[in-house]
């Protein structure tokens, strides 16, 4: 099949709050994920008013990556890492999000993990907003449903820009910035943008109210990044869950169609420059008061991204009248109308395996868009055993990259899809985002750390660990 470039950026991905630990050291604020309890498949987790003293927060002490982190690179260096995406926690810079002055101790542990990876050859792949929004601006604020969040964000931005200008080349705003859009699960606003929906509100309304801010917020912080650094490449990244017509009914394949809108909405703003117009539409025919200020258009068109970065789990199918007619198969937690697929099976958490919606969705993203792209997050969550000998077999975990490794290989050789890179999701065993557990685990290391926080935290190579680095180390030949 031809060959991957030899510059292409084989990685992995994390995200602070899900792998540091250190919640309150080296004057690190409380974030929005602090006040996150654990749940599981199923059972969400909460959010609870103020950390309270008798409850688990997952996130506070995570693999402690934060007083680990020597070791840890050691390992993704061994594995043969060209970068790693992770993400800076905004709290531990602005402790509160609204001080005038950044915390020194905060950049400085950011200095040293980026010099630490930099001396072992792999480049840090940085998102500003992971999910860690300063619990202060939630609290105070309201999150980004307060225009102030705007130039607090952008302010942020630019002290990370300036500190880590040659240090950091590829960065992303928002991460998943398009979760949100699913009002149903309270933690999507909540993570996204620090915002709670009141009784009385429309969800969807204070949501796009949200989703604007976050937008103008984006494009000025890619503005300001380029004029630091004009080499900057700065992305936008979204969830790309592509949603299938259950049959080839013109009502399943329209439905499909227009679902897809819950995917494509931000990036066609923040690749495209401006609103679409089937979104302008919805604002009028819903009502919704949407406040643009004056100069915005020419934020979001001088704001455009240089490339979009996406991560791919899984794919959803759609079925027109599933709610009335067909409730039986009705699968939860997805877009209304989602249903199984025939054709795919699912992980232990109802993730749907398909490695084929990955070369779909790379043609589609191109197509539309036409800039580079890059897969920041792809993985296997799943249960692991450690063996008495300290080994991990994890051959289901291998067959998921290796199908998606092969499906991202055919867009770029046989498609001609400019992909930049691939960094699957939790090198390293981490806090799980949606549930909270460790045992949902993605990673190629495992650590032994159990659910309610218990383990030595000693870190074991899974088989995974090996077979990836000879992926590597073959340009992606040997599968
Ligand atoms: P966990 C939904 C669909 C696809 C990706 O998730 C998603 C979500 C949840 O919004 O989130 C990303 O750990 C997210 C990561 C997260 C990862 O997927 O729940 O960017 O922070 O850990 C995997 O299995």
Not at 163 to 189: A, C, G, H
Not at 319 to 348: F, L
Not at 463 to 471: E, I, L, T
Request: aromatic share 14%; charged share 25%.
């Amino acid at each position: 099949m031809g060959k991957l470039p030899k510059e292409f950026l084989w990685g992995g991905a994390l995200a602070a709050h899900q792998f540091e630990g250190g919640w309150n050291a080296g004057g690190k604020g409380p974030s929005v994920v602090d006040v996150m309890t654990a749940g599981a498949h199923g059972l969400p987790r909460q959010i609870t008013e103020t950390i309270e003293e008798d409850r688990f927060y997952p996130n506070h002490e995570a693999i402690d990556f934060y007083h680990r982190y020597k070791e840890d690179i050691a390992l993704f260096a061994e594995m043969g890492l060209k970068c790693l995406r992770t993400s800076i926690a905004w709290s531990r810079i602005f402790p509160k999000g609204d001080e005038a002055e950044p915390n020194e101790a905060g950049l400085q542990f950011y200095d040293d993990v980026f010099d630490e990876l930099l001396k072992h050859g792999i480049q840090p792949v940085i998102t500003l907003s992971h999910f860690e929004i300063p619990l202060h601006l939630a609290k105070e604020y309201g999150g980004f449903r307060n225009r102030k969040l705007v130039d607090f964000f952008v302010k942020f931005a630019e002290v990370c820009f300036n500190r880590y200008k040659d240090k950091v080349k590829y960065w992303m705003t928002f991460n998943e910035i398009n979760n949100q859009m699913d009002v149903s699960n309270p933690i999507f606003l909540w993570t996204n943008s620090g915002v709670k929906v009141g009784e009385n509100e429309n969800a969807r309304e204070v949501m796009f109210q949200t989703a604007h801010h976050e937008l103008v917020a984006s494009a000025l912080a890619v503005a300001k990044g380029k004029e630091i650094n004009p080499e900057f490449q700065i992305g936008a990244m979204v969830a790309h869950i592509p949603i299938y017509p259950y049959s080839s009914n013109p009502e399943d394949v329209m439905l499909a169609e227009v679902l897809m809108r819950e995917r494509y909405f931000f990036p066609d703003i923040q690749v495209r420059g401006y609103y679409p117009s089937y979104a302008l539409k919805e604002f009028e025919k819903e009502g919704y008061n949407i406040k643009f200020e004056a100069g915005d258009e020419e934020i979001l068109q001088n704001g455009t991204v240089d490339y979009l970065g996406f991560s791919y789990y899984m794919s959803n199918t759609v079925r027109s009248g599933a709610q009335e007619k067909y409730t039986e198969d009705i699968v939860n937690g997805a877009v209304p109308n989602s249903v199984a697929n025939p054709y795919i099976q699912s992980s232990d958490w109802g993730w749907g395996i398909d490695p084929t919606g990955l070369r779909y969705t790379l043609n589609r993203l191109y197509d539309r868009y036409q800039i580079p792209l890059f897969i920041v997050e792809n993985g296997y969550g799943a249960v692991d055993t450690l063996e008495e000998d300290g080994t991990i077999h994890d051959p289901e975990r291998i067959e998921y990259l290796r199908s998606h490794i092969k499906a991202l290989e055919t867009a770029v050789i046989e498609d001609g899809v400019d992909l930049i890179g691939y960094t699957p999701w939790g090198i390293i065993d981490i806090v799980s985002f949606t549930t909270g557990e460790m045992k949902k685990r993605y990673g190629m290391i495992y650590v032994d750390r159990d659910n309610e926080g218990n383990g030595t935290m000693k870190r074991y190579k899974k088989d995974s660990f090996n077979w990836y680095k000879k992926v590597i180390e073959s340009s992606g030949e040997e599968l």
